[in-house]
């Protein structure tokens, strides 16, 4: 046990310089994305990021709802069961033109078909 620790301390300085290097070469390529980002943004939106940030800073003791500007406001994607349902819900609508129709409406209405037929013989 006593090996295993002092064989981890002696390799730390290798695995710390590299984790160093990877970090710092981050920094620069974080640096330049962050830039893009800056540039890309309106300079009305910016000042009012920043006219909101500091009224956030200052009041966050006091009332630490404010601090929700900082929550992200993405909506969630769809699940894979949500999608395949609005799928299927997209593509059976009977009155859609036949180049919207998907293959399991076309199947369905031959099934249907089908019955009717055997309905009309009986």
């Not at 994607?77 to 180049?99: F, I, Q, T, V």
Request: proline share 3%.
């Amino acid at each position: 046990m006593n090996d295993s620790n002092f064989c981890k301390m002696i390799h730390m300085k290798r695995t710390l310089f590299q984790k160093y290097k990877l970090a710092k070469n981050g920094i620069a390529e974080s640096g330049r994305a962050f830039d893009r980002l800056d540039e890309a943004a309106p300079s009305h939106l910016k000042t009012e990021w920043l006219a909101q940030e500091r009224i956030a800073q200052s009041s966050r003791i006091r009332d630490p709802v404010v601090m929700d500007l900082y929550d992200i406001n993405i909506k969630k994607a769809p699940s894979k069961k949500e999608m395949k349902l609005r799928l299927l819900e997209d593509g059976n609508a009977c009155n859609a033109a036949p180049s919207h129709r998907s293959v399991a409406m076309w199947i369905s209405m031959g099934l249907a078909i089908e019955e009717a037929q055997i309905a009309l013989l009986i």
